[in-house]
């Protein structure tokens, strides 16, 4: 076995002790003589992984007592509605769009109802994040909506907005469990986890109790937030395998020493990768330096044929997923929580090696 460095903006990387745990386990778990793929999802064993893995998130996050933890299908693409037919309550809700998720959420609350556009980087291709210090929020709206770390573009806000009062909510998607975050600052938090914590499949919902209407004429049940709150998550038969693997990763998540830890490992690895792009004469990044990501790092030659080049002998060099989203172009390196730093060391290095034959 000859594990790659896989680059891959999601389905992304898993840490290789969770694989090899759940691997371990996959015959037998924990002596109950099946799988958890094969196990009831109303079983007391299964429901020990749920209660284990909510228990786990809590005190990873920190996340207060008044906020509901919900393990949903559907991708977190479905979120883009069911936020808005949940929290939007009015009808109206404000969203800042930086890049291609927060465009399709935007997108999906203008279907659904009266959407404002508060702000946008669309004018240089979504390379930075707009000032959000004094957003013309309207006063009716029932929130204010971001997608906090941009995966095709590569950004991050370096700032929460000024919501001015109003419920922030954000899609956390390729930056879960990467760094601390303060939940109390949000009403809704939702992530898929295949970006950063786990097999594709599952989204994480964190909402304030408060937000989630009793009552929601013309939704589907299944829409509802409050059927799965109620329900603990088990209305149906939810992803037992997902939800399991994901708890293996809070546990690595744990062992590593949390989420400041986790912050700590990640922002030296990228700063190693923008350090070397700042100071390469082939490659560069072409977002603002405030505003990067410190999990999705886009970067270019300028020239497309030499860039197909670099990610084919990338991919000879064992360096896999370096090709940009279609909609970027160049290349991308997503480093998530589970790229270990000798991953992007090994890439620094290839890049070096490149750039040197390149040049001359
Ligand atoms: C991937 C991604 C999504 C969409 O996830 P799906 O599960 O494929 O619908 C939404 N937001 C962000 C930030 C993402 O990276």
Known sequence: MSRVYNFSAGPAVLPEEV????????????????SVMEMSHRSPEFQSILDEAEADLRDLMGIPDDYEVLFLQGGDSLLFSTVFMNLATNGKAD?????????KAFEQAQILGDAKLLASSAD?????????SSLDVREDASFVYICQNETITGTRYPELPDTKGHVLVSDQSSMFLSEPVDVARYGLIHAGVQKNVGPAGVQIVIVRKDLIPDDLPGVPTMLRFRTHADAGSLYDTPNCWGIYVCGLVFKWIKGLGGLEAMAQRNRAKAQLLYDYLDASELFSSNVAPRDRSIMNVPFATGDKDLDAEFVAEAKGARLINLKGHRLVGGMRAS??????????????????RFERSHRA
């Open 19 to 34: 694989l090899e745990k759940a691997a371990a386990n996959m015959l037998d778990y924990n002596g109950c003589g099946m």
């Open 95 to 103: 969203y800042v769009v930086t890049g291609n998720w927060s465009k």
């Open 124 to 132: 240089k291709n979504f390379s930075y994040v707009p000032d959000v």
């Open 335 to 352: 480093i998530f929580n589970a790229m270990p730093p000798e991953g992007v060391e090994a890439l620094v290095g290839f890049m070096e």
